[in-house]
Nanobody, 129 residues
């Protein structure tokens, strides 16, 4: 059983930074396409960033709204996924979820939230104006 536990959320003013972490247990992170998704109240869950895949990696994939501000990374030795979020905007306010699926192809060209079968419990990010 693969389990994902997020941490690192919080409240920051606009322009601030946060770093989210997702610790994975039950299997090695290198075998999975890993992703960060977010959901704001009244809105659908949307993809933020993807990285990994059973093929050995490739380039991270980002939603247009976070390109240049967010960076996804992973530490295979620590079995941990990260999301560094800089220049945060009030529109980034949401619950952020870590997710995993055993797959080779790992980009928003191929993956949506429906493809992911392992999810964390979420961590809240609130950005004030």
């Amino acid at each position: 059983l693969v389990q994902l536990v997020e941490s690192g959320g919080g409240s920051v003013p606009a322009g601030g930074s946060l770093r989210l972490s997702c610790v994975v247990s039950g299997n090695t992170i290198s075998s999975y396409c890993m992703g960060w998704f977010r959901q704001a109240p009244g809105k659908e869950r949307e993809g933020v960033a993807l990285f990994g895949g059973g093929g050995g990696g490739g380039s991270p994939s980002y939603a247009d709204s976070v390109k240049g501000r967010f960076t996804i990374s992973k530490d295979n030795a620590e079995n941990t996924l990260y999301l560094q979020m800089n220049s945060l905007e009030p529109e980034d306010t949401a619950s952020y979820y870590c997710a995993a699926v055993r797959a080779i192809l790992c980009s928003f060209n191929y993956r949506t939230a429906r493809d992911f079968n392992y999810w964390g419990q979420g961590t809240q990010v609130t950005v004030s104006s």
